[in-house]
C-alpha cells in the first residue's frame, strides 16, 4: 500500500489522500504505468464517471510539482515517485494536457524534461 495525494486535472489542486494497493517493493515486482492509472483513477473516481473508460490509454497521469507525464518517463523513476510518501500527482480520466490556468503562476510546470 502507498499512501499518495491525487487531484483531479481541473487546475485546481485539491488533492485527495487515498492509500492505493501498488507493489512498491523489489521483491514484489514492478507496476506498469497503465495499472498504477487504473488503480489511481478508480481511488478518486466515482464508478459511473468512470463507465465510458475503455482503458488506461484514455488517462493521463502527471507528478507533481513539475508536471511530469509519466508516459514519458522510465519505470523505475515512477516506482521511485509512488514509493514516496505523501508525493503528489494530477490525474485525468479523458487525457487532457495539465491543466494550470486555475492557479497562473502559483507553480512552474516543466514538461519539457523528465527527472531521471
Sequence with gaps: MVRVQISKNNGFLEYKEVEVDVP???NEGMVSVDEVKLRWAHAIYAEEDLFTLEGAH?????HMPLGHDVDSIEPSQLQAWI???MSQWVLD???RPLITSAIGSAI???TTTADR
Design 24 to 26: 512498491i517493493g523489489d
Design 108 to 110: 512552474n510546470i516543466d
Design 83 to 85: 514509493s514516496t510518501s
Design 93 to 95: 480520466i479523458f487525457a
Design 58 to 62: 484514455e488517462i493521463k497521469l502527471y
